[in-house]
């Protein structure tokens, strides 16, 4: 390392052709550095006069570049919303495809479930229905008067008690 330093001295020494080489470099970045500044200022001159002109010319390119977009996407947006109406639609019938079948399952379970319950459906209570008319209308041609009035829960409690007593005392007296 003593050695490097040594050197580094000695080479370091400056001569007149270094220092005239120097001098010229140091000249050479001046002036440089002086002519980028005055293109700045130059830059800066020309911006401000023809700055407004500039301005204005961008601001037409822009609004003919935006009514191209406009009517690129105006004719983009009529077809994708066609297609998203379509999906809408197709998305549409199968959901309500879909409901019903699940109203149908639904529909078929409840009534098996009514049905292990012994539950009459509409069909056994349209069959019961139609007897009833018919043995209604037997009545009536036979000369009978079918009963107008509906019994009650009273009623109906009252000749539940009633029937169990008469069987009670049948027996009593047979005996």
């Not at 037409?60 to 066609?82: H, P, S």
């Not at 009536?140 to 008067?145: D, I, V």
Request: charged share 30%; proline share 3%; glycine share 8%.
């Amino acid at each position: 390392m003593a050695k490097f330093k040594k050197t580094a001295k000695k080479t370091a020494r400056p001569t007149k052709a270094n220092a005239a080489q120097a001098e010229q470099l140091s000249k050479t970045l001046s002036e440089s550095a002086q002519q980028v500044w005055l293109a700045g200022v130059g830059a800066f001159s020309r911006a401000q006069t023809e700055g407004t002109k500039l301005f204005e010319a961008l601001i037409k390119e822009g609004l003919k570049l935006e009514n191209n977009a406009l009517r690129f996407a105006g004719g983009q947006a009529d077809a994708v919303r066609g297609a998203v109406e379509s999906k809408v639609g197709q998305a549409r019938e199968r959901a309500t495809d879909t409901w019903d079948r699940l109203e149908k399952v639904f529909e078929d379970r409840v009534q098996r479930a009514l049905t292990k319950l012994g539950v009459p459906g509409r069909d056994d209570l349209t069959e019961l229905t139609r007897k009833v008319d018919t043995l209604t209308a037997e009545l009536r041609r036979q000369g009978g008067k079918p009963i107008a009035q509906k019994a009650t829960k009273a009623t109906k409690a009252t000749k539940a008690v009633r029937k169990p007593a008469a069987r009670k005392a049948r027996p009593a007296s047979a005996g």
